[in-house]
């Protein structure tokens, strides 16, 4: 089985996203708590990138109640 490529699974995001009920900005609140960026739109340590979470918010370690993150917020 072939993997798809970046352009396919972009399309597949822009399809998704044009589906959902979720305005912009909900969404891009929903990506903050979930701790995937900060509010300056950064990706987070969570996903790879460089950002820190913002305060409050879950940590590669806790999630906000103090447990392990789930496995959302690991993108699974």
Known sequence: ?????PNELAREAREALS??????????QRLIRLGWINSRGE???LLGG???PE????SLHED?????????RNGH
């Open 55 to 58: 305060p409050g918010q879950p």
């Open 43 to 45: 990706v987070t340590r």
């Open 19 to 28: 589906k959902s009920k979720e305005t912009s900005h909900e969404r891009f």
């Open 50 to 52: 460089d950002a820190e």
């Open 64 to 72: 906000s109640e103090g447990g392990p993150p789930d496995a959302e």
């Open 1 to 5: 089985m072939n993997s798809p490529s």
